[in-house]
């Protein structure tokens, strides 16, 4: 299995899906997510779970990669720009601003893409797509270790792309 994204272009995510875009929620996080196009998924796959992430974090955090954005039971194999927004036939986890250093952004706020605003330097971002055989029985605002509990299992394949984010 193979992921890409147009928003990564030669190892480099976009403005757009960051801090240097137009699109921000009410409390200035950006929001604007990212395209993914998954190929050459195993013939068994049913959906599929993402999770977008920056162990760049680790450090200004004080001790915990940030989660920008959770996704399960997606069926489909493309997202197009901005489909966290939009689209309503996948399920969105809680991502990083909803914990004490996003503010505690609200839940509600917090349960979709969260994009990318480092504070110190450039940091790599991970972006996840596990294919699954089966949907996965979550709601909306999971967090990531209960994705990872109920794909315990049912993992039939995993694929990586990374991409580096300038600082804002």
Request: glycine share 8%; aromatic share 10%; hydrophobic share 40%.
């Amino acid at each position: 299995m193979l992921i890409s994204s147009k928003g990564i272009i030669n190892g480099t995510i976009a403005e757009r899906f960051g801090g240097k875009g137009n699109d921000f929620n009410e409390n200035g996080i950006p929001t604007y997510s990212l395209p993914v196009t998954i190929v050459d998924a195993p013939t068994d796959t049913v959906s599929f779970a993402l999770v977008l992430e920056d162990k760049d974090a680790y450090p200004v955090t004080g001790g915990f990669v940030w989660i920008h954005w959770l996704a399960t039971n997606i069926t489909r194999t493309e997202l197009t720009e901005n489909e966290s927004q939009t689209a309503h036939d996948f399920i969105q986890g809680c991502n990083s601003w909803t914990s004490i250093q996003g503010n505690h952004q609200s839940k509600e706020l917090s349960c979709f893409y969260g994009g990318m605003t480092p504070p110190d330097q450039a940091h790599l971002y991970e972006l996840h797509v596990y294919a699954l055989d089966q949907l996965l029985e979550l709601q909306t605002g999971f967090f990531l270790n209960e994705l990872f509990h109920a794909m315990d299992g049912h993992m039939l394949a995993q694929a990586s792309l990374k991409g580096i984010y300038e600082k804002i």
